[in-house]
């Protein structure tokens, strides 16, 4: 098992505030030790707090911003103005209120066909990270939520990108949403160096202690970072159905 820790935060205002200082704090460390700050980010209206946070005067003085470098966990396969595009709602929240280079942006093309949109992500890793074929990415940190139905980035259960070795990028067909997702294989994400997970709403409590729970199938719980630690970040009410030796 990967190394866990659990933030318990009162509400959304907390879980954003004490997320939003350890970003800035590793933000930090990650440039004066390497030089950039590699972050995967997440979609959905958790995330969107924080980042709007990140965003906001006394917050976005802390962050090195032209030396981070940021990536999407996952995407829809819409184009970037629409409005259920995970890049748009980053843009919005975040990227337009900073001052951070347009080539340190690094968007998934949803706009493209899945399969050939998934390759070019691919590529766009490679090339970035340096990769010879075969390795894999490593992030600095990487944002993840989970749905209700324990799903995180644009893992499902049931998927076939679920048990996805060598890409580094899918590009599922989700039937219960009737369409494609692009989104990081669990190779990826069990790679990156710090993995949060954001989450927040009494409707995820049962998928949380499931996940918790240390036999779950759920495809969140199969986010184990290899040499890596984990973070859940969590609001009390999502945090219901754990007993306090689970936190």
């Known amino acids: 098992m990967a190394e866990r820790e659990t933030i318990v935060c009162q509400d959304v205002v907390e879980l954003s505030r004490q997320s939003a200082q350890c970003f800035s704090h590793l933000a930090r460390q990650s440039v004066e030790v390497s030089g950039c700050f590699t972050v995967a980010l997440s979609g959905g209206s958790t995330p969107k707090h924080l980042y709007s946070l990140l965003a906001s005067p ?16 996952d995407e829809r396969c819409v184009p970037p103005d629409h409005a259920g595009s995970n890049f748009r709602m980053v843009q919005e929240s975040l990227l ?31 090339e970035f990270f340096g990769l010879e074929n075969g390795a894999l990415p ?75 729970s240390g036999s779950s199938d759920l495809p969140a719980a199969k986010v184990q970072p290899i040499d890596g630690k984990l973070t859940w970040f969590i609001t009390e009410d999502a945090a219901a159905g754990l007993s306090a030796g689970g936190k």
């Open 58 to 73: 006394g917050y976005k003085e802390r962050v090195p911003w032209k030396s981070v470098h940021l990536f999407w966990g």
């Open 96 to 126: 337009s209120k900073i001052d951070i280079p347009p080539e340190n942006i690094h968007r998934m093309a949803g706009e493209r066909e899945p399969q050939a949109a998934a390759a070019a992500y691919e590529k766009n890793l490679q």
């Open 138 to 212: 490593r992030f600095d940190l990487i944002l993840l939520g989970i749905g209700e139905d324990g799903h995180t980035a644009s893992l499902f259960r049931g998927s076939d990108a679920l048990s996805e070795t060598k890409r580094l990028v899918a590009a599922p067909y989700v039937e219960k949403l009737n369409s494609y997702r692009l989104t990081l294989t669990l190779p990826v994400l069990n790679n990156g160096a710090e993995v949060w997970f954001l989450v927040t709403g009494n409707g995820k409590a049962e998928a949380v202690k499931e996940v918790f």
